[in-house]
């Protein structure tokens, strides 16, 4: 039911500079592959089969990295070295990509309404690619589509996170309907700790229904002068339902220098 999944990766990655000053923050590489290809691939596994990418200036390699690359096909063909494209192949070979540009960097609420033209009137899932996630069994996108099935609203994905860096985060409220599943009743984007309406994070993995780009459109900037999710999604949970969900495996912020370095580690240990 949800086959589009948009990827705003538009933002500057100023933590990683100077790495990222001429190479996407999103296509950093975790061993072998960029931080995309895992969310893409994490997408495929929830079912869904059109990705949809906002990016900015400095962001082609994204888009090359998702095509196919003739004059290396040509070199590595026949050699011991071709298996290395094989998962990139299927990946290309198994979903349809599309892109726009955010020109402004005015928040990930405006980058989500950005990939309205992408997205149209359906319901879809955004993946923030430098929250890095992994499950031994189905994938959080996955697991969050499936409860999509049942309650058909808004689904954020949710984590409890130390007391002390709710500041990092969107924090929510809400009462728990069933184990791990929150009705969300307030959303606050980076409250300072004491401020903080619980432990609860948002991470980078949402079922968003299409409604949410008119309300996005209403929302005047918020923290940081940025126009947040976090805000439009407050307005809808109280309009309707926004469900909070505690989703099972395991996520690195790849956005920050320690968890791109935990989940290098994790993957390497992995994969010996
Ligand atoms: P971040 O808060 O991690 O910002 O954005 P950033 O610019 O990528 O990184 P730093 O903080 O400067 O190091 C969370 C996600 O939202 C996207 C980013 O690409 C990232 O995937 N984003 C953010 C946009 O696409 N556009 C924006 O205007 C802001």
Redesign the pocket.
């Known amino acids: 039911m949800i086959k589009k999944c948009l990827?705003?990766?538009?933002?500057?990655?100023?933590?990683?500079?100077p790495a990222?000053k001429a190479t996407?923050?999103?296509m950093l590489p975790v061993l072998t592959k960029p931080l995309i290809q895992y969310g893409v691939e994490e997408a495929i596994e929830a079912g869904c089969n059109t990705m949809a990418i906002?990016?900015?200036r400095g962001k082609r390699a994204i888009e090359d990295h998702f095509d196919i690359s003739y004059e290396l096909e040509h070199q590595i063909k026949g050699t011991s070295k071709e298996h290395y494209l094989t998962e990139i192949r299927d990946v290309i070979e198994k979903c349809t990509f599309s892109y726009t540009r955010?020109t402004?960097?005015?928040?990930?609420g405006?980058?989500?309404l950005?990939g309205e033209t992408l997205i149209g009137n359906e319901p879809f899932a955004v993946i923030?690619?430098?929250?890095l996630c992994d499950n031994t069994s189905s994938g959080v996108l996955s697991q969050m589509v499936k409860l999509y099935e049942k309650y058909q609203c808004c689904i954020v994905a949710i984590e409890e996170v130390p007391k002390e860096e709710t500041n990092k985060y969107g924090v929510i409220s809400g009462r728990e309907i069933e184990d791990g599943i929150f009705m969300i009743d307030n959303m606050v984007e980076k409250p300072e700790p004491q401020d903080a309406p619980s432990n609860l994070a948002i991470i980078?993995r949402y079922i968003l229904t299409p409604d949410i780009f008119e309300i996005i459109k209403e929302t005047k900037p918020g923290k940081g002068g940025?126009?947040q999710i976090t805000d439009a999604l407050l307005t809808q949970a109280k309009k309707g339902m926004v469900l909070g969900f505690k989703f099972k495996g395991i996520r690195f912020d790849c956005?920050?220098i320690d968890g791109f370095v935990k989940a290098t580690n994790y993957f390497y240990e992995k994969s010996k």
Request: aromatic share 8%.
């Open positions: 990827f705003p990766a538009a933002g500057y990655g100023t933590r990683f500079l990222t996407p923050k999103e906002v990016t900015g955010q402004e960097m005015k928040g990930l405006h980058a989500i950005t923030l690619a430098d929250d980078g940025e126009i956005g920050s």
